[in-house]
DNA sequence: TTCCTTGCAAATCGTTTGCATAATG
DNA sequence: CATTATGCAAACGATTTGCAAGGAA
């Protein structure tokens, strides 16, 4: 795969650095439209796309049917709160324990797992 | 919700509980049209989604942007194997563990969670 | 007769792609 | 110069929706 630098590509790749959550591609497009107007969404999509196969960012398919991209490609869970739909990393350690156990009764081979998990977040839960 | 019964919502029902593997609306709509042949898309899509917001079927989001559908609502893993696609169900049993982890270190409210294996089905294995 | 459900087609949404032009190495 | 990247718009695939007609309670 032959790279050329691309200053859309830069500017794209800034953007998710200083982000903790985990914009989608018109998140991105927004906000990446105010260092360069002329940038097309076309692009943002194949820039992110781009970036996700070379693995310098995590694509995150939360079942929100929206696409979700991370900066921080280290293994770690997500959270999905299911009424504002924010989607945040969780501090509990990965575990390939589980993988493991699944192997042991499946003639496949396991090569990753998914998880999120969903709920209320806590500016969703009412005060009283 | 007041239902009224009807009899392409019991065909789609009853095809899916026929199936062991995770059809998708397309594919249900092809095998239920052998006995409906005038239905349409549109009702399959309304009746799935019916089907899994009162429950009697579960919707899973695998990640590959086609929802799938379960007739099997017990909390179960899913295998997607990378190369042809399929869904499979994993006999691992689900725990719960995991999340009371998570929730410990989580000011949110944590209702669920969702997980699924990929990797390469036996199928797809080549053998020598 | 009420109102839920259907079939049909058009609409929507997120994402991808073809093409001519611009930028990179 | 060779090739990759861009902007634009059109195309796409999955899913949803408006509407008038049909069917269940």
Sequence with gaps: MNLKH???????KEFL???KD???ADVVYMNVRQSFPNISLGTVYRNLTLLADIGEIARLRVGDGVDHFDYDTNPHYHFVCSECGDVTDLNTPVTNQIIKDVQETFEGE??????YFYGRCSNCIPKN
Tied chains: 1, 2.
């Design 17 to 19: 650095a200083t982000r």
């Design 110 to 115: 396991i090569k990753g797992q998914v998880t």
């Design 6 to 12: 691309s200053k859309q590509r830069d500017s794209i």
């Design 22 to 24: 985990h914009p989608t």
